[in-house]
């Protein structure tokens, strides 16, 4: 009865594949007829797996890089969380560590306890480590947005980047140079979200980013990162056209970016369907033609407008993963897969609580630290992709 009130017709033409046959073959359960005749041939589609091999291995038997954000708070206090993360994670991104306001106190001083916490646990657990983020409108200290302007903003920004790149080179793996430059809102032709980066430098702030940033550490790949790119909305359309034209005008004057970063911070199927696949595939292979590598930086799935039943939740989240990670996975450019965080005990996820009081349950693991169907549908994704 539950599910005849809260999914109507439109909402299941929404659901991908994977969803929709992980909700039928729950639905059934409690309903014979919820999903109508049409999907009956996907309902026999579940999130069986082989095997119990973890997410890193499995990522790597296609030459793929599976890792996730990971904070100092939960790493450097949880034995159990940290032992589960070096058991699935071949690359660890701190989730907050690197950022100004972690980073930068005062314009003098810089705190590297956190970030060197979690590049010493990286390297411990044989795990590659990410740079997030060096350029960005968030996460920047009081004492920047009192003192930046015209005639500091350069040298803010190549002290920043020489200081702590510099502080990490060799040991970076990649780093998110710019991060959510784009944002058709603020209304722009060549649609830039309108940042004290970009009201102090002009549109070339993010040029002179990763020009400074490959001088800094010519090891690291050099990576574009934003967000909102998966869904058939206009505002993610306007995105993506946005985002391949910031790509095609840096790599058009030889500017060193090498990647492009999908945060993929996905809906759950209930509030926006995901962009067909066909036009995915067309958007990943145009930035792949500008020889650009593609890494999934962010993934995970909001659950916070699905049904309560932690099992049908799970379900519909599993299937947001499986829907998305295999269309995104068919571009060989793919090279990485990172999600936001491991475990439901650690997600930026439950800042957009539930209605009803659940705990969300967004991420691979739940808050146990047991594998969930997310975790498997991550997992069959990887297993069902070709190799790089
Ligand atoms: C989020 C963190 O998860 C939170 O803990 C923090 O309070 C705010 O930032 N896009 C990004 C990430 O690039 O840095 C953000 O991380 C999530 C959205």
């Known amino acids: 009865m539950f599910f005849r009130q809260s999914i109507t017709r439109r909402q299941t ?55 996730a954000a990971g904070s100092y708070s939960a790493l450097s206090s949880n034995p159990e969380f940290a032992a589960k993360f070096a058991q699935e994670c071949a690359m660890l991104v701190p989730e907050n560590s690197l950022k100004w306001l972690t980073l930068r106190p005062s314009r003098e001083q810089f705190n590297f306890n956190q970030g060197d916490w979690l590049a010493q646990f990286a390297d411990r657990h044989d795990m590659l480590f990410r740079g997030h983020t060096l350029v960005w409108n968030q996460s920047l200290p009081q004492w920047f947005q009192n003192n930046v302007n015209k005639g500091n903003a350069e040298s803010l ?62 090891q690291a790949m050099l990576v574009y990162n934003d967000t909102r790119m998966a869904h058939d909305t206009p505002e993610n359309e306007s995105r993506r056209t946005n985002v391949l034209k910031l790509l095609e005008r840096l790599k058009s004057r030889g500017v060193p ?3 492009l970063g999908l945060q993929a911070h996905l809906w759950g199927w209930g509030k926006v369907p995901f962009l067909e696949p066909k036009r995915m595939r067309a958007f990943l292979h145009e930035v792949a033609q500008l020889e650009l590598k ?40 793919v090279i990485a897969v990172l999600t936001w965080g491991l475990s439901d005990q650690y997600t930026w996820r439950s800042k957009w ?31 069902h992709t070709r190799a790089r």
């Open 294 to 333: 593609i890494l999934v930086t962010e993934l995970d799935v909001a659950d916070n407008q699905l049904p309560a039943d932690p099992q049908i939740r799970d379900r519909l989240v599993a299937g947001a993963y499986e829907d998305y990670l295999s269309v995104v996975l068919d571009e060989p450019a």
């Open 257 to 259: 970016v090498h990647a």
């Open 13 to 67: 033409l929404h659901l991908g594949l994977a969803a929709l046959a992980g909700m039928g073959a729950c639905a059934q359960k409690q309903s014979g007829k919820l999903v109508d005749q049409d999907n009956q041939a996907q309902l026999s589609t579940s999130f069986t797996i082989e095997g119990e091999s973890s997410l890193k291995e499995r990522a790597a038997a296609k030459g793929l890089i599976y890792g």
């Open 353 to 383: 609580p539930r209605g009803d009081g659940n705990p969300v349950r967004p991420l691979p693991l739940d808050a146990q630290m047991n594998r969930k169907l997310a975790w498997n549908a991550i997992a069959r994704a990887f297993d």
């Open 157 to 218: 920004m190549r002290e920043h980047l020489q200081v702590v790149m510099k502080h990490y080179a060799g040991k970076v793996h990649s780093w998110d140079v710019v991060n959510e430059a784009i944002f058709p809102q603020h209304g722009r032709a060549d649609g830039l979200r309108l940042t004290p980066w970009l009201q102090t430098l002009g549109p070339n702030y993010i040029d002179l980013a990763f020009e400074i940033a490959a001088e800094m550490d010519p």
